[in-house]
């Protein structure tokens, strides 16, 4: 009776939210609510983890999910650029473990003190040290895997560690214009047939250094960038 009655007012409510989004915000667009992912068991365990439920983050979380699959048969290491408390990086980890992907080593870079100054092309909604999440942090919520390298450090003066490493995904998370064009400088060349470089800040009016950062380095490249309804946008290395 009671899930009856949630389904059926459940309709109602979020018709007056979205009704008072569009009076409040103007441009404010409600998600519908009847996805299937939304009642993952384990995928909404993953979210609680992270403090994560019901948060704005959770669509680009899933997408993450989804788009590693493309690259169970590439061949390469994985990475992210901008780990924070390492939510993402647990999503990579665990699709390596669940795969048995044992030759694959999921490389950390991040300065684990915050953000860097914001630049001409950031827009205003970052500040230095913005996002600060420590190191010890993120060992403790990837505790559960093995593979792990860290790279603590301004982005992209620890790049040269990983020189001569191919890589099958690369996630990019640094809401900055210019530690993200040295990230897709950098990983693009490295990425192997196939691979896929994530761009998570894309499309977003408070990462506008990110969004020119991506459209500027791929402007010459063959492959296209596919932006995201969630926000965030992907390639597939050709």
């Known amino acids: 009776?009671?899930?009856?009655?949630?389904?059926?007012?459940?309709?109602?409510?979020?018709?007056?939210?979205?009704?008072?989004?569009?009076?409040?915000?103007?441009?404010?667009?409600?998600?519908?609510?009847?996805?299937d992912w939304m009642s993952d068991s384990q995928f909404n365990k993953y979210l609680e983890k992270f403090d994560e439920f019901g948060r704005f983050n959770t669509y680009r979380r899933w997408n993450l999910f989804q788009l590693l699959k493309f690259t169970e048969n590439v061949e390469g290491h994985t990475a992210e650029c901008g780990v924070y408390t390492g939510a993402s990086s647990w999503l990579i980890c665990n699709h390596n473990a669940q795969n048995?992907?044992?030759?694959?080593?999921?490389?950390?870079?991040?300065?684990?003190?915050?953000?860097?100054?914001?630049?001409?092309?950031?827009?205003?909604?970052?500040?230095?040290?913005?996002?600060?999440?420590?190191?010890?942090?993120?060992?403790?919520?990837?505790?559960?895997?093995?593979?792990?390298?860290?790279h603590p450090g301004w982005i992209p003066e620890r790049f040269n560690e990983v020189d001569d490493v191919k890589f099958s995904f690369v996630h990019v998370d640094l809401d900055l214009y210019e530690p993200s064009l040295d990230s897709f400088s950098f990983f693009y060349d490295r990425l192997s047939e196939g691979g896929i470089l994530l761009c998570d800040d894309y499309g977003f009016s408070t990462c506008p250094g990110a969004t020119k950062a991506m459209d500027e380095f791929m402007a010459n490249k063959k492959e296209k960038i596919i932006a995201l309804a969630s926000g965030g946008a992907f390639i597939i290395k050709a």
Not at 23 to 34: A, C
Not at 101 to 130: A, I
Request: hydrophobic residues 35%; without cysteine; proline residues 1%.
């Open 100 to 150: 048995n992907f044992l030759s694959k080593n999921h490389h950390l870079f991040d300065s684990f003190e915050g953000l860097s100054s914001p630049g001409k092309y950031d827009g205003q909604h970052w500040n230095k040290g913005s996002l600060n999440a420590s190191i010890k942090l993120v060992k403790e919520n990837l505790s559960e895997f093995s593979n792990i390298i860290f």
């Open 1 to 35: 009776m009671h899930s009856k009655l949630s389904a059926r007012y459940r309709k109602i409510i979020y018709r007056y939210i979205q009704k008072i989004g569009l009076f409040l915000l103007g441009d404010y667009r409600l998600t519908g609510n009847s996805l």
